[in-house]
């Protein structure tokens, strides 16, 4: 069960999901989207950020943030080692105007009213904090919790109480179909065996394929994209 996850068990997941392996279904958006976020983090200023990590359970891109944290919460619905405070991201229970830095990776599919979550998020965050967060658009279902995907125009509807949005194609179409290619075939591997034998054989050179496409930079389409990264600002 995942309340019974140690602590060493969550961070050995998060390193998996910063650090992705090559033998990893998901490699090439995990990948990308650390690069984003990498770059995102190093263009927000500040040394002794306050973070509210929104779905924080594993927190795998708290590692980005170096030394420049003051104070860093972990709200989630679900309690673990790592959670500071057990809650929903749709009733936050912090004063306006708290936090510098809100991050909400891979949670937004999960909130039953997305906008009010936002409109929440926007509320904690002190101005022009920042929100930075990713979204499955083109993705298969992880679990039956999931309630949403998510398309540009949707995301600046959700986000619309921020004055400034920007979104980002973790990768392009081209990426996302070499990516859903990947999961389907860890998903129909029925037996563990073989499922271990295709992570070791066809999926890596799927991902190795992929690297070179998104590399040569063939197109800039990204109606297949699977995920989208995003970088808000109250």
Not at 27 to 46: D, H, K, M, N
Not at 75 to 94: K, M, N, R, Y
Not at 176 to 203: E, P, Q
Request: aromatic share 8%; net charge positive.
């Amino acid at each position: 069960m995942k309340d019974e996850q140690s602590r060493a068990d969550l961070l050995k997941i998060a390193h998996a999901r910063l650090h992705p392996s090559i033998t990893n279904p998901n490699y090439l958006v995990l990948r990308r989207r650390a690069q984003i976020f990498t770059r995102w983090l190093e263009s927000i200023p500040g040394d002794r950020l306050t973070i509210l990590d929104v779905g924080g359970y594993y927190q795998p891109y708290r590692p980005l943030l170096d030394n420049r944290v003051c104070r860093y919460v972990a709200l989630d619905i679900q309690g673990s080692p790592l959670v500071d405070v057990v809650g929903s991201a749709e009733q936050i229970s912090f004063k306006a105007d708290t936090f510098d830095l809100v991050a909400a990776t891979q949670v937004f599919e999960f909130f039953r009213e997305p906008r009010l979550a936002a409109t929440e998020i926007c509320r904690v965050l002190k101005p022009r904090g920042h929100l930075l967060m990713s979204v499955a658009a083109i993705a298969p279902r992880t679990r039956d919790e999931e309630h949403w995907r998510y398309l540009p125009a949707g995301l600046k509807s959700v986000l619309c109480a921020f004055s400034k949005v920007e979104i980002v194609p973790e990768v392009t179409s081209i990426g996302g179909i070499i990516r859903l290619n990947a999961c389907a075939l860890s998903m129909f591997s029925k037996y563990g065996f073989v499922r271990s034998l295709v992570h070791h054989t066809l999926v890596p050179i799927l991902n190795f394929g992929g690297l070179a496409v998104e590399a040569a930079r063939l197109t800039q389409n990204d109606q297949l994209a699977g995920n989208y990264s995003v970088l808000a600002q109250k």
